[in-house]
């Protein structure tokens, strides 16, 4: 069963597809601040580990670690969505040519590929949710089946994420990980003797990582 109904498609004006590419523009901005945001904390984390690779603390280095592979990863699966915003947009700049020269829409499919992934991204869900109804009925793409929103993309093996881990930890401390506690020297940058709070700072660091992703 579809997703959005079978309503009948009317055309809509140039003023109602202007208005959708402001809205993608705007997701845009949207994920860019995203963007900007993890890069932020990951450079909080990248010292962290710094600072814990001079005390030889190899299991806060292997977990704060991992966040910096999760953060690449976020920041990988934003400029791809950031990528099929550009394709909507440009399908909605061609909708605009397409009504002033025949006075009527056509059915995009590359608009609607991007859309089937767009709405699978937390970030801006909603949005791109409400404009693929609108579209659909406006006869822009076709009807979205329930199940194209399932993500089916599988979590990387174990051993594939113990990897990027080890090349995170030789790029930010310039050792493998299995040599950081008897590699550490005094070329690492200057950090500061952690305080009482630094936990609840490490804490509260890593969990706004996971609020950005989520």
């Not at 579809?2 to 809509?12: I, Y």
């Not at 113990?162 to 040599?179: D, H, M, Q, Y």
């Not at 690492?188 to 950005?212: G, I, N, Y």
Request: charged share 35%; hydrophobic share 35%; net charge negative.
């Amino acid at each position: 069963m579809g997703l959005f109904g079978k309503d009948k498609p009317s055309q809509p004006t140039k003023e109602k597809v202007r208005e959708w590419t402001a809205k993608v523009r705007q997701e845009g901005r949207q994920l860019e601040r995203q963007i900007r945001g993890i890069e932020r904390e990951k450079q909080k984390v990248e010292l962290a580990i710094k600072s814990a690779a001079k005390k030889k603390d190899i299991d806060s280095i292997k977990i704060l670690a991992r966040e910096i592979v999760q953060s690449k990863k976020a920041i990988s699966k934003i400029y791809a969505a950031k990528a099929h915003l550009t394709t909507i947009e440009n399908g909605m700049n061609a909708q605009l040519a397409t009504i002033r020269t025949a006075g009527c829409i056509q059915r995009s499919t590359e608009v609607m590929s991007s859309m089937q992934r767009l709405v699978k991204v937390p970030e801006i869900q909603n949005t791109m949710r409400e404009l693929s109804k609108e579209m659909t009925r406006a006869g822009i793409i076709e009807e979205m089946i329930e199940d194209t929103f399932e993500d089916i993309d599988q979590e990387d093996m174990e051993d594939e994420v113990e990897k990027e881990v080890e090349a995170v930890v030789n790029e930010i401390i310039g050792e493998p990980l299995k040599r950081a506690p008897t590699a550490v020297n005094d070329s690492l940058p200057v950090v500061e003797e952690p305080q009482e709070e630094d936990a609840e700072d490490m804490s509260e660091m890593q969990a706004r990582l996971q609020a950005l992703r989520s």
